[in-house]
T-cell receptor
């Protein structure tokens, strides 16, 4: 089925460990982004990409790295996990970052850092 | 600072009843407003997208209204069903840098439909 696929769905990390959250879309969307969702807060943008080879920071980029080597994939790397990074992470894609285009979200990765 | 405020935070209604969710925003300049439905443990799914020139837009039993002058939007759900139980998120878009757009998300309204 077409859409945005995120893996893993759940992950527990120890403080200081690193890991990569995977995101893949098969809709040939140019725009991809990562959000985190915390209790009592709206989704916040971490990083985004307007096309292969192009990435930029969002509202809360510290502690995260991204790269975009292909149109389909947009992995999010946690360099040294901290308890403050415990959250639900969503990847989203859109035909374009321009206004008027809807976003398709993945089903999320629930990350716990202990 | 751009903000999106939603009310109520949570709502419980009986199956078959109607309800209205509110969204007030201070985002400026305004590009469009979106309503998303987020089921528990799932990602948000788009319900409607409205530009400043649109006053109302429907998607089945969901009807969104927009008053760009007062910066208010509402989402009306008709004849609610158990499957409508979810969080409903209001998202406002504004122009960012280099042709991009910034989305400001509300915290959502958690709707519970009970038999």
């Amino acid at each position: 089925n077409a859409g945005v696929t995120q893996t893993p769905k759940f992950q527990v990390l120890k403080t200081g460990q690193s890991m990569t959250l995977q995101c893949a879309q098969d809709m040939n969307h140019e725009y991809m982004s990562w959000y985190r969702q915390d209790p009592g807060m709206g989704l916040r943008l971490i990083h985004y990409s307007v096309g292969a080879g192009i990435t930029d920071q969002g509202e809360v980029p510290n502690g995260y790295n991204v790269s975009r080597s292909t149109t389909e994939d947009f992995p999010l790397r946690l360099l040294s996990a901290a308890p403050s990074q415990t959250s639900v992470y969503f990847c989203a894609s859109s035909y374009s970052g321009s206004v008027g285009y809807g976003y398709t979200f993945g089903s999320g990765t629930r990350l716990t850092v202990v | 600072k751009n903000q999106v405020e939603q009310s109520p935070q949570s709502l419980i209604i009986l199956e078959g009843k109607n309800c209205t969710l509110q969204c007030n925003y201070t985002v400026s300049p305004f590009s469009n407003l979106r309503w998303y439905k987020q089921d528990t443990g799932r990602g948000p799914v788009s319900l409607t997208i409205m530009t400043f020139s649109e006053n109302t837009k429907s998607n089945g039993r969901y009807t969104a209204t927009l008053d760009a002058d007062t910066k208010q939007s509402s989402l009306h759900i008709t004849a609610s069903q158990l499957s409508d139980s979810a969080s409903y998120i209001c998202v406002v878009s504004a122009p960012g840098g280099a042709g991009s757009y910034q989305l400001t998300f509300g915290k959502g309204t958690k709707l519970s439909v009970i038999p």
